[in-house]
């Protein structure tokens, strides 16, 4: 069975600069996370999804985050504009059961 | 909010001994699950636990859910150079929203061959 997928696995961009990451969960999930990772810290909530309809989004940033999934398999968070702070691994999860999470490889964001 | 704390922070250990780690809260949680992330890869799922006093291996890994639902333990037996990474802790809250893990700092493993 095939993982959970995420693009790029890398980005560097200057702040004030627009990013946007790519996540493919594992068939037949239905639920969908996506986490900020900051050095040295456990993941962070930022949105869960349920099919296409966001579930919790309380502690998403929404001035510069946006994330959507349309379909209701594949999704993409975008920030923009970037700061440095901002600069974190991006780990996309999913769920068969909305409990059990399995994550992503992740995206490491560096904003300089 | 709530939080787990999750302890050690690291420890640096012989290759073949064993290893304790725990996570604890003053508050409840229904699920804990237990992720090891390597350098450079997302966490990667190695038990999950469901029930309060419920005791689960994975091979070398046992991990028990605490009978107070407050806390949960991960004992790593033999440990081996591969055994090195993150452990974290993840909970559910009692009462939370569904999928709403919190999860812990994480504990450093560091074993020496």
């Known amino acids: 069975e095939a993982g959970v997928a995420q693009s790029p696995r890398y980005k560097i961009i200057e702040k004030r600069q627009s990013v946007a990451f790519w996540c493919n969960p594992i068939s037949g999930h239905a639920t969908l996370y996506w986490y900020q990772q900051i050095l040295g810290q456990g993941p962070k909530l930022l949105i869960q999804?349920?099919?296409?309809?966001?579930?919790?989004d309380s502690q998403l940033p929404k001035d510069r985050f946006s994330a959507e999934r349309l379909k209701g398999v594949d999704s993409t968070l975008k920030i923009q504009p970037a700061k440095l702070e901002d600069s974190a691994v991006y780990l996309c999860?999913?769920?068969?059961?909305?409990?059990?999470?399995?994550f992503g490889p992740g995206t490491r964001l560096l904003v300089l | 909010g709530q939080q787990l704390n999750q302890s050690p922070q690291s420890m640096f250990i012989q290759e073949g001994e064993d290893v304790s780690m725990n996570c604890t809260s003053s508050?409840?949680?229904?699920?804990w699950l237990w992720y090891k992330q390597d350098p450079g890869e997302g966490p990667v799922l190695l038990i999950a636990?469901?029930?309060?006093?419920e005791l689960t291996s994975n091979g070398r890994l046992t991990a028990q859910f605490g009978i107070t639902r407050k806390d949960s333990f991960l004992n790593i037996s033999a440990s081996i150079p591969s055994d090195v990474g993150i452990y974290f802790c993840a909970g559910l809250p009692g009462g939370g929203s569904q999928g709403n893990l919190i999860f812990g700092k994480g504990t450093k493993l560091s074993v020496k061959p």
């Open positions: 999860a999913s769920s068969f059961n909305g409990v059990t999470q399995y």
């Open positions: 636990l469901y029930k309060a006093g």
């Open positions: 508050s409840i949680f229904n699920t």
């Open positions: 999804f349920q099919n296409n309809g966001v579930v919790d």
